[in-house]
């Protein structure tokens, strides 16, 4: 896959490619069913995983990137601290996808309980 940020000089900063694209989606795809399974489980904060596994992923890429611009002759960049926070910010929209996900399963649980706790007050009455 040559989808991504690209800081080389002969390649724009950021490319995809059209057979790229169902592979992306699906992954997305899958990411969301697991956060949505790991969301609605007893213990919620297994749904913070995977939004904290990609957030880790994306800082370690800005940190691998950040010293290949410094170590690059990025001359060609014109403002190369622009160009990675554009890429970190898109590279965390995956991140912001699951969280809320998270925060929509975990909502509808918590109105789900809710929602049995009066059922329960008013069969006691």
């Not at 169902?22 to 992954?27: G, K, Y």
Request: aromatic residues 8%.
């Amino acid at each position: 896959m040559s989808t991504g940020f690209h800081f080389n000089e002969d390649m724009p900063l950021f490319t995809i490619q059209g057979q790229d694209i169902p592979i992306i989606l699906t992954m997305l795809a899958a990411a969301v069913a697991l956060e949505v399974f790991l969301s609605l489980k007893k213990d919620g904060r297994l749904g913070l995983v995977l939004p904290g596994l990609w957030l880790l992923l994306a800082v370690l890429r800005l940190a691998f990137r950040a010293v290949q611009v410094v170590h690059a002759d990025s001359s060609w960049l014109a403002n190369p601290g622009q160009a990675l926070a554009v890429a970190f910010t898109v590279e965390n929209i995956p991140t912001l996808f699951l969280l809320a996900a998270y925060g929509l399963c975990r909502g509808l649980k918590r109105r789900k309980t809710r929602r049995q706790l009066e059922q329960s007050r008013i069969k006691d009455l």
